[in-house]
Protein backbone atom coordinates (compact mmCIF):
# COMPACT_ATOMS: atom_id res chain seq x y z
CA UNK A 1 0.00 0.00 0.00
CA UNK A 2 1.18 3.36 -0.73
CA UNK A 3 2.43 5.46 2.14
CA UNK A 4 3.75 8.82 2.62
CA UNK A 5 6.44 10.11 5.29
CA UNK A 6 7.35 13.38 6.82
CA UNK A 7 10.34 12.93 9.25
CA UNK A 8 10.36 16.51 10.73
CA UNK A 9 7.45 16.56 12.87
CA UNK A 10 8.32 19.98 14.37
CA UNK A 11 10.61 22.62 13.33
CA UNK A 12 11.84 26.17 14.62
CA UNK A 13 13.46 28.50 12.57
CA UNK A 14 14.25 32.20 12.78
CA UNK A 15 12.75 34.28 9.60
CA UNK A 16 14.99 34.52 6.79
CA UNK A 17 16.41 31.15 7.51
CA UNK A 18 16.15 28.47 4.54
CA UNK A 19 13.56 25.71 5.03
CA UNK A 20 13.39 22.12 3.82
CA UNK A 21 11.42 20.23 4.73
CA UNK A 22 11.15 16.52 4.05
CA UNK A 23 8.88 14.22 2.13
CA UNK A 24 9.09 10.52 1.21
CA UNK A 25 6.52 8.30 -0.28
CA UNK A 26 6.29 4.78 -1.39
CA UNK A 27 4.94 3.58 -4.72
CA UNK A 28 6.42 2.49 -7.64
CA UNK A 29 4.32 3.45 -10.29
CA UNK A 30 3.46 7.07 -11.44
CA UNK A 31 2.40 9.66 -8.94
CA UNK A 32 0.72 12.68 -8.53
CA UNK A 33 2.56 14.47 -5.38
CA UNK A 34 1.36 17.62 -3.06
CA UNK A 35 2.26 20.02 -0.77
CA UNK A 36 -0.43 21.79 1.16
CA UNK A 37 -0.43 24.26 4.10
CA UNK A 38 -2.90 25.34 6.78
CA UNK A 39 -2.35 28.34 8.94
CA UNK A 40 -3.66 28.37 12.28
CA UNK A 41 -7.41 28.37 12.24
CA UNK A 42 -7.54 27.89 8.26
CA UNK A 43 -8.23 25.40 5.93
CA UNK A 44 -5.92 23.11 4.21
CA UNK A 45 -4.56 24.84 0.89
CA UNK A 46 -2.52 23.79 -1.93
CA UNK A 47 0.89 25.37 -1.90
CA UNK A 48 2.31 23.79 -5.22
CA UNK A 49 1.68 19.83 -6.49
CA UNK A 50 3.51 17.99 -9.44
CA UNK A 51 2.10 15.72 -11.97
CA UNK A 52 4.71 15.07 -15.13
CA UNK A 53 7.59 17.43 -16.44
CA UNK A 54 10.35 19.91 -15.02
CA UNK A 55 10.84 18.01 -11.65
CA UNK A 56 11.31 21.64 -9.93
CA UNK A 57 7.95 22.64 -9.18
CA UNK A 58 7.22 26.05 -8.37
CA UNK A 59 4.39 27.10 -6.00
CA UNK A 60 2.71 29.77 -4.24
CA UNK A 61 4.21 32.23 -1.34
CA UNK A 62 7.86 31.42 -2.41
CA UNK A 63 7.86 28.14 -1.96
CA UNK A 64 9.29 25.29 -4.16
CA UNK A 65 9.40 21.42 -4.33
CA UNK A 66 11.62 19.43 -5.99
CA UNK A 67 10.54 15.51 -7.18
CA UNK A 68 13.40 13.03 -7.06
CA UNK A 69 11.92 9.48 -8.55
CA UNK A 70 15.13 7.79 -7.99
CA UNK A 71 14.55 8.90 -4.08
CA UNK A 72 10.81 8.76 -3.76
CA UNK A 73 10.98 12.19 -2.61
CA UNK A 74 9.43 15.33 -2.57
CA UNK A 75 10.81 17.59 -0.61
CA UNK A 76 9.36 21.10 -0.14
CA UNK A 77 12.04 24.37 0.26
CA UNK A 78 11.96 28.18 0.67
CA UNK A 79 14.97 29.92 0.76
CA UNK A 80 13.90 32.78 3.31
CA UNK A 81 11.42 31.78 5.35
CA UNK A 82 9.05 34.84 7.13
CA UNK A 83 6.71 34.71 10.17
CA UNK A 84 3.69 34.35 8.12
CA UNK A 85 4.90 30.90 6.84
CA UNK A 86 3.96 29.35 10.59
CA UNK A 87 1.73 26.67 9.69
CA UNK A 88 0.90 22.56 10.03
CA UNK A 89 2.75 21.89 6.32
CA UNK A 90 0.81 18.40 4.40
CA UNK A 91 2.92 15.92 1.58
CA UNK A 92 0.22 13.96 0.00
CA UNK A 93 0.64 11.39 -2.92
CA UNK A 94 -2.43 10.00 -5.72
CA UNK A 95 -0.53 7.22 -7.17
CA UNK A 96 -1.84 5.31 -10.23
CA UNK A 97 -3.46 2.05 -10.78
CA UNK A 98 -6.31 0.90 -8.82
CA UNK A 99 -4.95 3.71 -6.08
CA UNK A 100 -5.51 6.32 -8.38
CA UNK A 101 -8.56 7.89 -6.39
CA UNK A 102 -6.86 7.73 -3.56
CA UNK A 103 -5.14 10.81 -1.95
CA UNK A 104 -2.75 9.91 1.14
CA UNK A 105 -1.26 12.11 3.43
CA UNK A 106 1.63 12.51 5.31
CA UNK A 107 1.60 13.04 9.05
CA UNK A 108 2.65 16.71 8.50
CA UNK A 109 5.11 19.07 9.68
CA UNK A 110 4.61 22.00 11.90
CA UNK A 111 6.91 25.03 11.80
CA UNK A 112 7.30 27.73 13.60
CA UNK A 113 9.14 30.84 12.22
CA UNK A 114 10.22 33.68 15.20
CA UNK A 115 10.45 36.97 14.34
CA UNK B 1 -16.14 28.32 -9.71
CA UNK B 2 -16.64 24.97 -7.03
CA UNK B 3 -17.82 25.25 -3.23
CA UNK B 4 -17.71 22.62 -0.72
CA UNK B 5 -19.85 22.76 2.32
CA UNK B 6 -19.84 21.09 5.09
CA UNK B 7 -21.28 21.42 8.93
CA UNK B 8 -21.78 21.89 11.31
CA UNK B 9 -18.32 22.80 12.31
CA UNK B 10 -18.80 22.06 15.68
CA UNK B 11 -20.83 19.22 17.78
CA UNK B 12 -20.72 17.84 21.10
CA UNK B 13 -22.46 14.30 21.65
CA UNK B 14 -22.92 11.93 24.19
CA UNK B 15 -21.43 8.16 23.59
CA UNK B 16 -23.79 5.71 22.12
CA UNK B 17 -25.84 8.73 20.20
CA UNK B 18 -25.80 8.53 16.65
CA UNK B 19 -23.96 10.84 13.98
CA UNK B 20 -24.62 11.81 10.84
CA UNK B 21 -22.26 14.91 8.96
CA UNK B 22 -22.73 15.94 5.35
CA UNK B 23 -20.65 17.32 2.64
CA UNK B 24 -21.45 18.70 -0.86
CA UNK B 25 -20.26 20.42 -3.36
CA UNK B 26 -21.36 22.94 -5.98
CA UNK B 27 -19.77 23.93 -9.55
CA UNK B 28 -18.92 20.80 -10.37
CA UNK B 29 -20.01 16.99 -11.65
CA UNK B 30 -18.95 13.69 -10.51
CA UNK B 31 -16.17 14.68 -8.06
CA UNK B 32 -14.13 12.34 -6.25
CA UNK B 33 -15.06 12.72 -2.44
CA UNK B 34 -13.33 11.97 0.80
CA UNK B 35 -13.54 11.64 3.68
CA UNK B 36 -10.87 12.03 6.64
CA UNK B 37 -9.92 12.29 10.29
CA UNK B 38 -6.73 15.38 10.81
CA UNK B 39 -5.02 14.49 14.42
CA UNK B 40 -2.29 16.18 16.06
CA UNK B 41 0.60 14.55 15.25
CA UNK B 42 -1.25 12.44 13.51
CA UNK B 43 -1.81 13.89 9.62
CA UNK B 44 -4.64 13.20 7.51
CA UNK B 45 -6.07 9.83 7.90
CA UNK B 46 -8.53 8.72 5.00
CA UNK B 47 -11.51 7.42 5.75
CA UNK B 48 -13.59 6.89 3.08
CA UNK B 49 -13.60 8.17 -0.51
CA UNK B 50 -16.53 7.65 -3.22
CA UNK B 51 -15.98 7.84 -7.05
CA UNK B 52 -19.79 8.10 -8.11
CA UNK B 53 -23.27 7.59 -6.55
CA UNK B 54 -23.37 4.22 -4.19
CA UNK B 55 -19.70 3.37 -4.70
CA UNK B 56 -17.92 4.03 -1.05
CA UNK B 57 -15.04 2.73 -0.56
CA UNK B 58 -13.41 2.34 3.54
CA UNK B 59 -9.77 2.32 4.04
CA UNK B 60 -10.11 1.99 7.80
CA UNK B 61 -12.34 -0.54 10.05
CA UNK B 62 -13.98 1.71 12.35
CA UNK B 63 -17.46 2.59 14.24
CA UNK B 64 -18.08 4.88 10.94
CA UNK B 65 -19.88 4.83 7.58
CA UNK B 66 -20.49 6.91 4.60
CA UNK B 67 -23.05 6.99 1.62
CA UNK B 68 -23.45 9.28 -1.15
CA UNK B 69 -26.76 9.67 -1.76
CA UNK B 70 -26.54 12.01 -4.49
CA UNK B 71 -23.59 12.92 -6.74
CA UNK B 72 -22.19 15.99 -4.98
CA UNK B 73 -23.71 15.20 -1.41
CA UNK B 74 -21.31 12.47 1.06
CA UNK B 75 -22.58 11.67 4.65
CA UNK B 76 -20.25 10.89 7.66
CA UNK B 77 -22.96 8.56 9.52
CA UNK B 78 -22.42 6.48 12.83
CA UNK B 79 -25.21 4.51 14.12
CA UNK B 80 -23.47 4.55 18.15
CA UNK B 81 -20.44 7.17 18.91
CA UNK B 82 -17.66 6.00 20.85
CA UNK B 83 -15.19 8.34 22.53
CA UNK B 84 -12.54 7.48 20.29
CA UNK B 85 -14.54 8.85 17.67
CA UNK B 86 -13.77 12.33 18.45
CA UNK B 87 -11.49 14.18 16.07
CA UNK B 88 -11.62 17.03 13.59
CA UNK B 89 -13.21 15.82 10.56
CA UNK B 90 -12.63 16.92 6.90
CA UNK B 91 -14.64 16.70 3.20
CA UNK B 92 -12.99 17.08 0.50
CA UNK B 93 -13.73 17.42 -3.46
CA UNK B 94 -11.38 16.47 -6.33
CA UNK B 95 -11.58 15.47 -10.22
CA UNK B 96 -9.73 12.28 -10.73
CA UNK B 97 -5.84 12.32 -9.70
CA UNK B 98 -6.06 16.39 -9.60
CA UNK B 99 -5.60 18.35 -6.11
CA UNK B 100 -8.35 18.05 -3.61
CA UNK B 101 -10.27 20.67 -2.03
CA UNK B 102 -11.34 20.70 1.35
CA UNK B 103 -14.21 21.75 3.91
CA UNK B 104 -13.92 23.85 6.52
CA UNK B 105 -14.04 20.80 8.63
CA UNK B 106 -16.30 19.21 11.87
CA UNK B 107 -14.52 19.27 15.28
CA UNK B 108 -16.57 16.55 17.25
CA UNK B 109 -16.20 16.18 20.47
CA UNK B 110 -17.73 12.89 22.33
CA UNK B 111 -18.39 13.29 25.92
Known amino acids: AQSVSQHNHHVILSEAASLELGCNYS??????LFWYVQYPGQHLQLLLK??????LVKGIKGFEAEFIKSKFSFNLRKPSVQWSDTAEYFC?????????????FGSGTRLLVRP | SQTIHQWPATLVQPVGSPLSLECTVE??????LYWYRQAAGRGLQLLFY??????ISSEVPQNLSASRPQDRQFILSSKKLLLSDSGFYLC??????????FGQGTRLTVV
Open chain 2, 92 to 101: AWSATRLEAF
Open chain 1, 27 to 32: YGGTVN
Open chain 1, 50 to 55: YFSGDP
Open chain 1, 92 to 104: AVNAGGDSSYKLI
Open chain 2, 27 to 32: GTSNPN
Open chain 2, 50 to 55: SVGIGQ
